[in-house]
């Protein structure tokens, strides 16, 4: 059962979206619109009535006299699987992968047959590198990095350069030594200075990120491309990100492609999950779904679980295969095992949706916290709406904010939409209008179009910015080019009542047929309106009935009370 429930409204013109109270719908929270009375709509499995506060069959009059309802500010309460391809940028509902997040705690020298009694010394010096992989990993020995870390600077000071780079990720880390980023940045250029390619990858990715040393991408852009001259198949693929992101260089996707394609042929599989992206995106290559899911099936095959990630997301959307949702569970899950957080998010999702699992609320918070703590934002925003829908933990508005405010600024676009819509209508933290429009603006910056929608609502209405119908019209053009409904809705209103354009019911009608077809009831509802009007279109009240029920049984309550007007 959906309940839905209204302010109590005076008769107005052109609703206000201050007058409008927070509806769950389906999942989804819209802002309502102008009634005469207070009403609660409960849907029965889409048997929909209307009723009075006290139970009598109140039928509230609907005023409009410039005809429709816009959708207001949006809070994104269930996004579904985060269905993007999320190898290495932003995209749909937010999904990062850092460039280098496939660095691993050591780095084995070429296989070396010994056991733990073998000795290592001067003479030697690999001998003591490889003992001190099997002590750091726990390979044939009990794991014990004190005598890791002390093998490891045997063989540095032997002049083993794999040592020299393993001893310099002990100090990054601070895994059996005090950390330091100065001293590993020294221990990798000693391994780069001494030949071995990986200790150039290495030190280019502390001068990108600052970790001992003064960020440089000029730096880390020419230790990469030393690197990946010198056969440092990992040297390649990050120089392939400077060129994608522009970091150190022209930023320019197409030369970003043959550097992930010869990591990939070199065997490196993260590079194959990038590259599976570029050609799955159409970025920099042209687009080819059936070669990234190809790439994807080599990555995942090979180890490389954002590579079982973005599989699975192939499988749970049917892009090249049929939709297979348990398949899509199975390789969530491999993922999220491997660990690969944006895998266990996923795969919260499809335990929230029963999708290819049966519904389990309680198992979705747990894998969407273990996404979060594990640094994946859409996983903080997922387990932020858990506490904000009260689904398998006690519903805590200030919770869902936190981790609403957690994702936004850890660079999830839609945590910053969800937040500003908290902020809009004071759920968990006190009513901020201007912080609402701070908040959306960042997230339609971020490319996340909801956000850009949300926003030429307050711009249209002055709420929280000054009114500009100009910018309103933008912004939700912007939206609905994007593929956002939601701004195509609020679009089409625009044309109905010329606000910011000139009046085009023609116009009008497309967009709201576009909004209904891509799933957002109240552009059925406000479809139905033209008909039953005439505008734009010939007057058909049979059509008229067919969109309001539609729009009301997909949870749209404005849908019903116009269903009930016209067919009492």
Known sequence: MIEMKLNRLKLCGLCSLAGRSLVVVLGISLATGCLLSDVNVENHDGDAGVTGDAGAATIPTMLLPEGLMDAGPVLALDSGPN????????????????????????????????????????????????????????????????????????????????????????????????????KAAQLYAQACTGGYMTGCTYLGLNYRHGIGVTVDNGKAVLLFTQACNGGSMLGCKELGWMYQEGLGVTKDATKAVPFYAQACTGGLMAACTHLGFMYGTGLGVSKDVTKAFQLYTQACTGGHMHGCTNLGLYYRTGRVVAVDNAKAVQLFTQACSGGNMPGCSNLGQMYKAGLGVAVDNVKAVQLFTQACSGGEMAGCRNLGTMYYSGLGVTKDYTKAAQLYAQACTGGEPLGCTNLATMYYEGLGVAVDKARAAQLYTEACTGGELLGCSSLGTMYRDGVGVDMDNAKALQLF???????????????????????????????????????????????????GWMYEKGLGVTVDSARAVQLYTQACNGGEMLGCVNQKRLVP
């Open 83 to 182: 269905l993007s391809e999320a190898a290495v940028v932003h995209t749909d509902s937010g999904v990062v992968l850092p460039s280098d997040g496939d660095r691993k705690p050591s780095v084995m020298v070429p296989p070396i047959q010994l056991d733990s009694t073998q000795g290592c010394d001067a003479a030697k010096p690999s001998m003591c590198t490889a003992l001190g992989v099997m002590y750091e990993t726990g390979v044939g020995v009990a794991m014990d990095n004190a005598k890791a870390f002390q093998l490891y600077t045997q063989a540095c000071n032997g002049g083993d350069m794999p040592g020299c780079l393993n001893l310099g990720v002990m100090y990054e880390n601070g895994s059996g030594v005090t950390k330091d980023g100065a």
């Open 477 to 527: 053009t912007q939206a609905c080019d994007g593929g956002n409904m939601y701004g195509c809705d609020n679009l089409g209103w625009m044309y109905t009542n010329g606000r910011g354009v000139a009046v085009d019911h023609a116009k009008a009608v497309q967009l709201f047929t576009q909004a209904c077809d891509g799933g957002v009831m109240l552009g059925c509802n406000n479809l």
